[in-house]
T-cell receptor
Framework: NAGVTQTPKFQVLKTGQSMTLQCAQD?????MSWYRQDPGMGLRLIHY???????DQGEVPNGYNVSRSTTEDFPLRLLSAAPSQTSVYFC??????????????FGAGSRLTVL | AQSVTQLGSHVSVSEGALVLLRCNYS??????LFWYVQYPNQGLQLLLK??????LVKGINGFEAEFKKSETSFHLTKPSAHMSDAAEYFC?????????????FGRGTQLTVWP
């Protein structure tokens, strides 16, 4: 089925370990983004991309890196995991060409625990 | 900068009762506004959006929202709650004048529907 696919669904890390959360979409969407969801905090934007080779920071970028080498993929890298990065991570994409009116298609989420 | 305030982190209603979820926004330019719903262990799905056309917006599952510029509000309503409406609801704002299309989410309102 077409949509946004995130892997893994669950991950447990130790402090200081690195890992990559994968995100892939098969809808040829230009816009992709990563959010983290924490209880009582809603969703906060980490990084986003408006096309291959173009990325920018959101509200809470510290501790995360991204790249966009293809239209389909937008991985999120944690270089040295910290307990504060325990969260549920959502990837979302959009093809809406009316800037500002993005209707996002969300993945199912990746639950990360950092011990 | 844009921001969204959702009044009430938890709302409980009886089945068949009116649902009212409150959202106020802050934006220096005309905004685009959205309501998303999140069912347990899933990603977010779009309920409805306002993009400066009609001020009363109808969405899926019988929900609607009214944009009131004078009150900077975009409250979500449904005349008669159903058990299947139990979920978390997020209001979001985007800057209509932006070429970036970033969404800023509220902290969410958990809706409980009692039989």
């Amino acid at each position: 089925n077409a949509g946004v696919t995130q892997t893994p669904k669950f991950q447990v890390l130790k402090t200081g370990q690195s890992m990559t959360l994968q995100c892939a979409q098969d809808m040829n969407h230009e816009y992709m983004s990563w959010y983290r969801q924490d209880p009582g905090m809603g969703l906060r934007l980490i990084h986003y991309s408006v096309g291959a080779g173009i990325t920018d920071q959101g509200e809470v970028p510290n501790g995360y890196n991204v790249s966009r080498s293809t239209t389909e993929d937008f991985p999120l890298r944690l270089l040295s995991a910290a307990p504060s990065q325990t969260s549920v991570y959502f990837c979302a994409s959009s093809s809406d060409r009316v800037w500002g009116a993005n209707v996002l298609t969300f993945g199912a989420g990746s639950r990360l625990t950092v011990l | 900068a844009q921001s969204v305030t959702q009044l009430g982190s938890h709302v409980s209603v009886s089945e068949g009762a009116l649902v009212l979820l409150r959202c106020n926004y802050s934006s220096s330019v005309p905004p685009y506004l959205f309501w998303y719903v999140q069912y347990p262990n899933q990603g977010l799905q779009l309920l409805l959006k306002y993009t400066s056309a009609a001020t009363l917006v109808k969405g899926i599952n019988g929900f609607e929202a009214e944009f009131k510029k004078s009150e900077t509000s975009f409250h979500l309503t449904k005349p008669s709650a159903h058990m299947s409406d139990a979920a978390e609801y997020f209001c979001a704002v985007s800057d209509a004048g932006s070429t970036l299309g970033r969404l800023y989410f509220g902290r969410g309102t958990q809706l409980t529907v009692w039989p």
